[in-house]
């Protein structure tokens, strides 16, 4: 069991963590929109056209929300508790008893990112900088903590 200290000194990095994680996955995202747009403008023009455009702008959604569950879920559940931000920046996610969480917990984090990520991750951000112990709400619902790396 690790020892739980004050999360007060991570907000900061966590601010930057959701940033460079944001980054990880809407890069690749925007490559497949921008390439399947691009595809778009070498058809002849007409009434078909705009089928590959939305098909580009869902292939963007779907590598967003992939991308966001292997973050946000597979890789910290898989390389114990943290997503590659959080890696980058000395974090990692804990329970709220100092012990590292399991699937479920990553995937309630996950899921309530609908939430957290509302009006471009401020509510989120807030969240954070007016809690306690300076949670989100998917770590409140998840009962888990980002603190630093030992």
Not at 12 to 16: I, K, S, T, W
Not at 77 to 82: E, T
């Given at each position: 069991?690790?020892?739980v200290s004050d999360p007060a000194g991570v907000v900061?990095?966590?601010?930057?963590q959701f940033a460079l994680?944001?980054?990880?996955?809407?890069?690749?995202?925007?490559?497949?929109?921008?390439?399947?747009?691009?595809?778009?403008?070498?058809?002849?023009?007409?009434?078909?056209?705009?089928?590959?455009?939305?098909?580009?702008?869902?292939?963007?959604?779907?590598?967003?929300?992939?991308?966001?569950?292997?973050?946000?879920?597979?890789?910290?559940?898989?390389?114990?508790?943290?997503?590659?931000?959080?890696?980058?920046?000395?974090?990692?996610?804990?329970?709220?008893?100092?012990?590292?969480?399991?699937?479920?917990?990553?995937?309630?984090?996950?899921?309530?990112?609908?939430?957290?990520?509302?009006?471009?991750?401020?509510?989120?951000?807030?969240?954070?900088?007016?809690?306690?112990?300076?949670?989100?709400?998917?770590?409140?619902?998840?009962?888990?903590?980002?603190?630093?790396?030992?």
């Open positions: 069991m690790t020892r900061l990095r966590r601010y930057a994680d944001r980054l990880v996955t809407t890069v690749p995202a925007a490559v497949v929109l921008v390439l399947g747009l691009r595809w778009t403008l070498h058809l002849p023009r007409g009434e078909g056209r705009m089928t590959p455009a939305y098909l580009a702008m869902a292939g963007f959604l779907l590598v967003v929300l992939v991308g966001n569950w292997f973050v946000e879920v597979w890789v910290p559940h898989r390389w114990l508790g943290g997503t590659p931000g959080m890696r980058c920046l000395g974090l990692r996610v804990v329970t709220e008893r100092g012990e590292t969480p399991g699937l479920r917990a990553y995937l309630i984090r996950w899921a309530m990112m609908i939430v957290d990520g509302y009006l471009f991750g401020l509510v989120g951000a807030l969240a954070i900088a007016l809690s306690p112990r300076h949670q989100r709400f998917g770590d409140m619902v998840a009962r888990t903590l980002v603190v630093r790396r030992a």
